[in-house]
C-alpha cells in the first residue's frame, strides 16, 4: 500500500487549501483514513479521520470548522479541505491508513504513511 499526498504549498492567514491523498493498493475502502501534521520542534499531531464508508468524521478541537475531511472510494482519494487558515497551521501535512483497531487520534494507530505535504500560512 502507497501513499501520494499532495496539495501543500504558501498561502496566506485566511486563505484556503486543499490536500489530497491518492491510495494505490487494497485495504482503502473498508479503512478509517486520518491526517496529522507536524511543525519544527512538535510532535505529530491527529488533525482529522474518516470512516471507511465517508460517514463517521473526527475532527481535532484546533481545526474544528475550519477543516473538512472527506474521501473518494472510487478514486482511492482522501482529502483535506481547509479553510481560514492560520499561521499556526504551518506544518508538514501527512495522510495514513489506521490500523484496524488502531486509536484515531495517535500516530500508532496508522499503519500506512504518506510522504508528507508542506503547508506553510502567513500572516
Known amino acids: 500500500v502507497q501513499l501520494q499526498a499532495s496539495g501543500g504549498g504558501l498561502v496566506q492567514a485566511g486563505g484556503s487549501l486543499r490536500l489530497s491523498c491518492v491510495v494505490s493498493?487494497?485495504?482503502?475502502?473498508?479503512?478509517?483514513t486520518g491526517w496529522f501534521r507536524q511543525s519544527p520542534g512538535k510532535e505529530r499531531e491527529a488533525v482529522a479521520a474518516i470512516g471507511g464508508n465517508g460517514q463517521s468524521t473526527w475532527y481535532a478541537d484546533s481545526v474544528k470548522g475550519r477543516f473538512t475531511v472527506s474521501r473518494d472510494n472510487a478514486k482511492t482519494t482522501f482529502y483535506l479541505q481547509m479553510n481560514s487558515l492560520k499561521p499556526e497551521d504551518t506544518a508538514v501535512y501527512y495522510c495514513?491508513?489506521?490500523?484496524?483497531?488502531?486509536?484515531?487520534?495517535?500516530?500508532?494507530?496508522?499503519?500506512?504513511w504518506g510522504q508528507g505535504t508542506l503547508v506553510t500560512v502567513s500572516s
Open positions: 495514513a491508513i489506521r490500523k484496524p483497531w488502531g486509536e484515531i487520534t495517535r500516530s500508532d494507530g496508522y499503519e500506512y
Open positions: 493498493g487494497r485495504t482503502f475502502s473498508s479503512r478509517t
